[in-house]
């Protein structure tokens, strides 16, 4: 017996610290992530959103003496459907560079117990080896983790390759074979939301097929983007010329394709390199991609060695503007060999 006090999300480490001290026995938090987070707290805690928030507040009014429990928490295994976006996720478009699609990949997130360097909560004199953690800081570990074991697999890959491995072999798919939904209402993603999809380690370790980019390339990038040559000096520590005239930030030879000024007809090109076993074929398929047709030249690729690189064209032409306005469109552009699937989601917009 005893108080559990109403609060709303803020600091609510220290909240459950400082009502401890006073005697409370319990805490309800209310806040619009309350679907999505777990907190590090110091008292028996119930998490509840907007909605339910307005519920206990009715009920608060008219009780002179309400009564509350809050049930010991339950582990739920074989959670369907999962993944789903978190709704704290960054998400695109991307404002700096709006023809590389935001984000890549997504990888967990949200609520992930991990070690934690010995530190001295100031407040509360506590020590924590243990904590919980949600966002970009837990999601990054993991997509480190899974690259560092690529690179023991592949020990001659580049970044940009081990990058494509990943990208070029996520899912957009949920453990029940649906489109991967966004919390906390289950509304439908796109490749802003989730980018090429969420990471898989195994398939990653054999992609069939890699985009890979060197340092020439990215100071095409960077030359590209508007970088001015003594600004490249400073990264590279030697002074470099761009290339006139441009190369368009379409066609870096990224594992996604994304176009933002779509006037017209437009050419994106690409190269990719075969990591496999013995002589294959591949063919290319474009999905979802309403709006425009798409032609793939060539659309077969036959492969005979490993580290063979091919070229393809990929030439996108509207006919549909939706009547002059400006408009998004997503797609996938997939290679196939019967063994393997190479995607990459596709962004255009129309203007």
């Known amino acids: 017996m005893g108080k559990i006090v109403v609060c709303n999300i803020d600091a609510q480490i220290w909240q459950s610290f400082f009502l401890k001290q006073a005697g409370a026995v319990g805490m309800i938090l209310i806040g619009p992530l309350a679907t999505d987070n777990g907190f590090n707290l110091f008292l028996p805690t119930a998490l509840i959103g907007r909605r339910e928030a307005k519920e206990l507040k009715a009920y608060l009014k008219i009780k002179r003496d309400p009564i509350a429990e809050i049930f010991s928490t339950m582990t739920v295994l074989n959670t369907r459907p999962a993944p789903k976006m978190a ?3 960054s998400m695109g478009p991307n404002i700096i560079t709006p023809d590389i699609i935001k984000p890549d990949i997504t990888a967990p997130g949200v609520n992930i117990l991990a070690a934690w360097p010995p530190r001295q909560i100031t407040v509360t004199k506590e020590n924590f080896d243990y904590y919980i953690i949600s966002g970009t800081s837990m999601a990054c570990p993991h997509a480190s983790a899974i690259a560092a074991i ?14 494509s491995a990943m990208m070029t072999t996520a899912t957009m798919l949920d453990n029940i074979g649906r489109p991967i939904l966004k919390n906390p209402n289950g509304s439908p993603t796109t490749a802003f939301d989730y980018g090429s999809g969420h990471v898989n380690l195994v398939a990653a370790l054999d992609p069939g097929l890699i985009y890979d980019f060197d340092s020439n390339d990215l100071i095409d990038y960077l030359c590209g983007i508007g970088a001015r040559p003594e600004q490249i000096q400073q990264l590279l520590g030697v002074f470099v010329t761009c290339n006139y005239p441009l190369i368009p ?11 933002t000024n779509l006037v017209g007809s437009i050419s994106v090109h690409r190269t990719v ?14 999905e979802h991609l309403e709006g425009v047709n798409v032609v793939v030249t060539p659309h077969e690729l036959m492969f005979k060695n490993y ?3 091919m070229s393809f064209r990929v030439d996108f032409v509207p006919h549909d503007n939706r009547n002059g306005s400006s408009m998004l469109v997503f797609g996938d552009l997939i ?8 995607r990459s989601p596709i962004v255009l917009k129309f203007v």
């Open 150 to 163: 690529i690179k023991s697999y592949h020990t001659s890959w580049s970044p940009s390759a081990i990058k």
């Open 273 to 286: 390199t075969y990591y496999g076993k013995g002589p294959t074929m591949y063919f290319a398929n474009v």
């Open 87 to 89: 709704e704290f996720s």
């Open 335 to 342: 290679w196939e060999n019967g063994i393997h699937r190479v």
């Open 249 to 259: 930030i379409y066609n870096l030879n990224y594992p996604s394709i994304g176009v």
């Open 307 to 309: 580290g063979e690189k």
